[in-house]
């Protein structure tokens, strides 16, 4: 498992995508205490060398880094944006059980 997201968490998405940018602006309008940051990677000043991930790697998958500067990708990533949440709720509940073995 990897390690718990020291917070305010940066979330790297597409916004020219309508999947990526509802999703997105869905954990957004939650309240999440202000843990959650969106970066739009489409937008023109975006500059991927900043984080020495380029934009195609950006692109192909949802990634988020942490305040420490972990990197979280694909699946870890919304594990990471779920931890956000109390975990009375249900995406509380969902980063509790996604990276369970099995």
Known sequence: MPAKPQFPLQIFYDGSCIVCSSEID??????????LLKVDISAPDFDPGAYRITLAEFMYQLHAI??????????????????????????????RMIMLPG
């Open 26 to 35: 869905h954990y957004g309008r939650l309240n999440h205490e202000g843990r």
């Open 66 to 95: 942490d305040h420490a500067g972990n990197i979280y990708c694909g699946v870890e990533a919304f594990w990471a944006i779920w931890q956000a949440f109390p975990a009375s709720t249900l995406f509380g509940f969902m980063g």
